[in-house]
């Protein structure tokens, strides 16, 4: 849609910001407005960014090729190639980023609380938005790919992926509800989302015709377009 500018990079990872970012922080400007309003939009951005770097930072570990982090409209996304199919490996790096949040929530509400200093009781509140809105089980969102990878111990990443995809709808359908009301931001998510979702499915459809059944532990990659099984993690 829109070329990302490159920011930098931090610990290793190239950091993007999609111009579309910028209208998201417009959101937020407008909503909080004057200085309050720049506060919560510098914080937001480096709230989202810690997210992300926790996703990437796991994913690193397990070997996975994590070609940048990218700030968007709808948050941010930490760009990942060969995710494992194993789903413990997928449960830990879909859980890392709302892991980061939770932790700045509960030091930021808490030491806000104690030393009644309001700026850290904003952080605090920030990250829990981001993680709560982030655990919602609407694959590709983390708390989809949480639900996913835990069902895929029983079933497989294919039917695993399959079941999510029917719960990201109905959660898609919430918020595209939910944004008729008032919420237009949720409003402008959920056709994304809708896309997003199918191509989850489509994905895992084509792992399955490459010859992954989802289950036991082996890399997919994106070669020329189609997806291949190359190795086994
Ligand atoms: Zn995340």
């Given at each position: 849609?829109?070329?990302?500018?490159?920011?930098?990079?931090?610990?290793?990872?190239?950091?993007?910001?999609?111009?579309?970012?910028?209208?998201?922080?417009?959101?937020?400007?407008?909503?909080?407005?004057?200085?309050?309003?720049?506060?919560?939009?510098?914080?937001?951005?480096?709230?989202?960014?810690?997210?992300?770097?926790?996703?990437?930072?796991?994913?690193?570990?397990?070997?996975?090729?994590?070609?940048?982090?990218?700030?968007?409209?709808f948050?941010?996304?930490a760009?990942?190639?060969?995710?494992?199919?194993?789903?413990?490996?997928?449960?830990?790096?879909?859980?890392?980023?709302?892991?980061?949040?939770?932790?700045?929530?509960?030091?930021?509400?808490?030491l806000g609380?104690?030393?009644?200093?309001s700026?850290?009781?904003?952080?605090?509140?920030?990250?829990?938005?981001?993680?709560?809105?982030?655990?919602?089980?609407?694959?590709?969102?983390?708390?989809?790919?949480?639900?996913?990878?835990?069902?895929?111990?029983?079933?497989?990443?294919?039917?695993?992926?399959?079941?999510?995809?029917?719960?990201?709808?109905?959660?898609?359908?919430?918020?595209?509800?939910?944004?008729?009301?008032?919420?237009?931001?949720?409003?402008?998510?959920?056709?994304?989302?809708?896309?997003?979702?199918?191509?989850?499915?489509?994905?895992?459809?084509?792992?399955?015709?490459?010859?992954?059944?989802?289950?036991?532990?082996?890399?997919?990659?994106?070669?020329?377009?189609?997806?291949?099984?190359?190795?086994?993690?």
């Amino acid at each position: 849609m829109f070329k990302p500018w490159r920011l930098g990079a931090w610990m290793g990872f190239p950091i993007d910001v999609n111009p579309s970012f910028l209208l998201l922080l417009a959101f937020v400007f407008i909503a909080f407005g004057g200085l309050a309003g720049v506060m919560v939009v510098g914080l937001s951005f480096a709230s989202v960014l810690l997210h992300e770097l926790g996703h990437a930072v796991v994913a690193r570990r397990f070997g996975v090729r994590v070609s940048g982090i990218e700030l968007g409209f709808f948050g941010g996304a930490a760009k990942m190639d060969g995710m494992p199919r194993a789903p413990g490996r997928e449960l830990a790096i879909a859980a890392a980023g709302p892991a980061v949040s939770l932790a700045l929530a509960a030091i930021g509400i808490g030491l806000g609380a104690v030393t009644h200093v309001s700026l850290l009781g904003l952080i605090g509140w920030i990250n829990l938005v981001i993680a709560g809105f982030n655990l919602i089980p609407a694959l590709p969102m983390d708390g989809g790919r949480i639900l996913r990878a835990l069902l895929a111990y029983r079933m497989g990443h294919v039917r695993a992926t399959e079941a999510a995809v029917k719960v990201a709808r109905v959660a898609t359908i919430g918020f595209a509800v939910i944004g008729l009301m008032g919420a237009y931001q949720l409003l402008m998510l959920a056709p994304f989302l809708w896309m997003m979702t199918t191509r989850e499915q489509q994905m895992a459809r084509a792992e399955a015709a490459a010859g992954g059944t989802g289950r036991g532990r082996y890399v997919v990659r994106q070669v020329d377009g189609r997806y291949v099984i190359v190795d086994v993690a």
